[in-house]
């Protein structure tokens, strides 16, 4: 399950879109939220992993962009992540 499919609002599918379609206008949920421009997430589990996650890669890495984060540390219980850190 994606965050959008959570129905928050202001949300928009990040599956399948190519960068020129991702929406660049930073996303309100219901609400403000705090600036995350230039922000590093040192620690973020997308799907596949061992447990549920909320989204994969792709979408972690498009609401981190869309956010303005500066950048993302991807991990993962049993694999290296370092195949799927060249997004």
């Not at 990040?14 to 991702?22: F, K, R, S």
């Not at 995350?36 to 996650?53: K, Q, S």
Request: with cysteine; charged share 20%.
């Amino acid at each position: 399950m994606t965050l959008p499919a959570l129905g928050l609002p202001g949300t928009t599918p990040l599956q399948n879109q190519t960068a020129e379609q991702a929406p660049r206008a930073k996303r309100r949920y219901g609400g403000p939220l705090i600036d995350m421009t230039g922000a590093v997430d040192l620690h973020c589990h997308p799907y596949p992993d061992l447990f549920p996650r909320l989204a994969d890669d792709f979408d972690i890495v498009r609401a981190a962009r869309d956010a303005g984060m500066k950048a993302i540390v991807l991990k993962c219980h049993h694999e290296n992540t370092v195949s799927r850190a060249y997004l």
